[in-house]
Structure formats: C-alpha cells, structure tokens
C-alpha cells in the first residue's frame, strides 16, 4: 500500500466465542463474597443452569468439602476442582460459581478464557460478618479467622487480579450484585 493510504480496520462482524451470548458466566471471588447466592439470582435471570463447583464436587463425592478436606487432604480437592474446571471449560449457556480458591491456579483460569469472569471483591470485615462463623470453610478453621482472611487475601491477590472484570460488592445487597452482573454481562455481549 502507497504511503498515505491508510486502510482502516473495520471492526469484524463476527463475534469472537469470547463475547458471544451464550458464552458461560463465572463468578468466582474469595469466601464469603457471595457467589452462590449471587450465581443463583444471576442464573434465574438470565434463563440459565446454575452450576456451583463446591456443591458438585461433594456430590461426586459424597462428602462435604471440610469432609473432603479432612480425609482426603486440599491437595486432593484442588485436583477435583480442576478436573471439573476442565469438564466444564467448553460448556456454554452456564452461570457457575467456583470455590473461592478454584480460580487461583493458572491452568483454571485458562480454561474459563472464553467464558464472562466476574470475580467478586469484598473488605476483610464484610467478609468476616458474611462467613457466619468459619466451621464449614476448612481454610480458616484453624487460628485467628481474620488473621487467615487477610494472609488468604494478600497470598491470593495476585491471582484474583487477573480475572477480568471485578466487582466490589461493599454495600451492596445480593440482589444488586445480581443486577449489575447481569447488566454487564448484556452489555458485553450485546
Ligand atoms: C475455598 C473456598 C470454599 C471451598 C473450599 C476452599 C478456598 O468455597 O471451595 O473450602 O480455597 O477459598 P467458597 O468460596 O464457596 O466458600
């Protein structure tokens, strides 16, 4: 091409599988940021199935994570989330809520690359009121549980900051985060 004649690139009429509509909608976040409940209203919304890792991994199971985390150690849930990160990876038409740690390792985040990641923030004391004690969430039963949020918090925050869209839930009803994911999510596949 002649110099001066700049040809313009015109935006591609076909959407890339990343911004399609029927691409899966995953909420992920630390503990107690309100991804299930969220994950839920989101999916009632939206017309879609509602898949929580957590509560699929106990039922393939049989146990509760504490259980699972208790008998068969974390080493061996993590390689079951990350199983079901992959069985998961090339379904479209989902909203999923992951555990709070699923997200953490590279190769689990890679297989969500197509799909609309949320990750959901929140404040050390919003997620001390919203956890209701820490008897069920075996990465904080031991010691001081603000002392493990925050450690947990700053050891993870390199890996949450990598998710694409964030979403500060401070102040925030349920319901609302809802609202604003699934405004966002229309407005990015528009
Ligand atoms: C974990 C979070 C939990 C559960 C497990 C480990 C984590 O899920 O997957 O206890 O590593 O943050 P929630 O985030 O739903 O509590």
Known sequence: MGKGKVKKLKAPRIKSQAQSK???LVLTGFMGTGKT?????VAARLGREFVDMDSVIEAQEGKLVREIFETQGERYFRARE?????QLSPRNDLVIATGGGALIDAKNRECFKNAFVVCLDASVN???DRLDGAANRPLLADGDTRHRVEELLVARQPAYSKIEHHLDTAGTSIQQVADKIVLAFEEATR
């Open 82 to 86: 990350s199983e079901l990160c992959v």
């Open 22 to 24: 029927n691409r899966s």
């Open 126 to 128: 919003e997620i001390l």
């Open 37 to 41: 409940s969220v994950g839920r209203i």
